[in-house]
């Protein structure tokens, strides 16, 4: 578990539907759909046959200045049991005034809990008796944004509605601390969590999916409640920033991109929704979950380049639709906000192809310094 842990298994059979051979035809289809899928291997779920579909469209094609709106839906059946699907829409309306982003997504898969802090994470090794348990649950996590008159201002409501059961706890599992005092046993634990919140951002952003240029500046707080249907009483607050700048001095499609990501949280927090660092959309390299505690806060730096190849010949054309990305990052996790446990170094590079114009296929491989282990992701759209 501690050497590669992904050798790509997926030499994937490709499908792309909505993108005729001729360009003419292509352009007067507003829906276009691309598949890719096959047999793979992934670093959280083991074997599997999966595969990710990407729906891009305008809801108003008279408006040619209104952003695509996309519909990413990932979905794997999972060797060793069960599968997931997951959806995180991009949809824009009415000239950009109204845009519905958010998450839905429903599973049954094997996961790992390694326990809560830092130090615990990462001295306890993952395996089917100390870590693994079987989740079962969905999430249907909408977000309804209005724009401030004509300024890059969005403000407005996100419903959070999550059931999550924690099944078939491992041995290390039921003996550790935090499981128990929530009442955890050897049937597993299970959690309703029911949130209103309100989001605010600041978005300049030409295209969310793949950003050239622009800035993103989100603050969201989502409030949890018994009195809404929650298992239990507990708040969860963000602020995202993610800057995008686009290197035309090196070449077009060229960018260097930036994050900081903060969540805190306070309250009866549910051991599913503490914070938690690594995942395909942010430190990749380490597993999903593995570093989880009350707050946390990640920094990534990305550089990627799309090649520029011409069209002259098929060739060309095949190798412009080619990238490559390359990135640092750190994250921390803490119980409270005046200490950090420890830091959490991060780097890696990728494979970009691009299946629609500025829509980009990717290929990551990262590593995690701290426990010497190489994870491989593939997901539709950008990490950030």
Do not use: C
Not at 3 to 17: A, Q
Not at 38 to 62: C, E
Not at 168 to 179: A, L, N, T, V
Not at 228 to 254: D, V
Request: glycine share 10%; aromatic share 14%.
């Amino acid at each position: 578990m501690k050497n590669i842990l992904v050798i790509t298994l997926i030499i994937f059979t490709t499908v792309i539907y909505g993108q005729t051979k001729k360009d003419s035809v292509k352009t007067r289809k507003n829906l276009r759909f691309s598949l890719i899928g096959g047999p793979g291997y992934t670093p959280d779920y083991g074997f599997l046959i999966g595969g990710s579909a990407l729906f891009t469209f305008s809801t108003n094609t008279k408006d040619t200045s209104l952003k695509r709106s996309i519909l990413p839906i990932a979905f794997a059946y999972m060797t060793a049991g069960g599968g997931s699907i997951i959806i995180r829409p991009q949809l824009f309306f009415n000239r950009d005034k109204f845009r519905v982003f958010g998450l839905i997504s429903m599973s049954n898969t094997i996961d790992n809990y390694y326990g809560v802090g830092h130090i615990n994470n990462t001295s306890i090794e993952r395996s089917k008796d100390s870590t693994e348990y079987r989740n079962i649950g969905y999430k249907f996590n909408p977000i309804f944004l209005f724009r401030f008159k004509q300024t890059h201002i969005l403000y407005g409501a996100i419903i959070d509605i999550a059931s999550k059961g924690i099944n078939e706890p491992s041995i290390g599992m039921q003996k550790d601390e935090y499981f128990i005092s929530e009442g955890g046993n050897s049937d597993g634990l299970k959690y309703l969590n029911v949130g209103f919140g309100i989001n605010i951002n600041f978005d300049t952003r030409d295209i969310p999916a793949n950003t050239y240029k622009g800035v993103l500046v989100d603050l969201s707080a989502v409030f949890y409640s018994k009195s809404f249907g929650s298992t239990s009483n507990f708040s969860a607050y963000s602020l995202i920033y993610k800057q995008f700048k686009e290197l035309s001095f090196i070449g077009k499609r060229k960018v260097l991109a930036w994050m900081l990501n903060t969540r805190i949280t306070g309250g009866d927090v549910p051991l599913t929704d503490l914070s938690m660092i690594g995942s395909a959309f942010d430190l990749r390299g380490y597993y999903m979950g593995q570093y989880r505690d009350r707050n946390s806060l990640i920094g990534i730096v990305e550089y990627r380049h799309m090649f520029n190849a011409g069209s002259d010949t098929k060739f060309k054309k095949i190798l412009s639709k080619l990238g490559m990305a390359a990135w640092t990052g750190l994250g921390a996790i803490s119980n409270n906000l005046e200490a950090i446990e420890g830091v959490m170094p991060n780097f890696g590079a990728g494979l970009r192809i691009e299946l629609q114009p500025k829509i980009n296929f990717r290929i990551d491989v990262g590593y995690d310094p701290i426990n010497n282990q190489t994870l491989m992701y593939f997901n539709m759209t950008e990490a950030f």
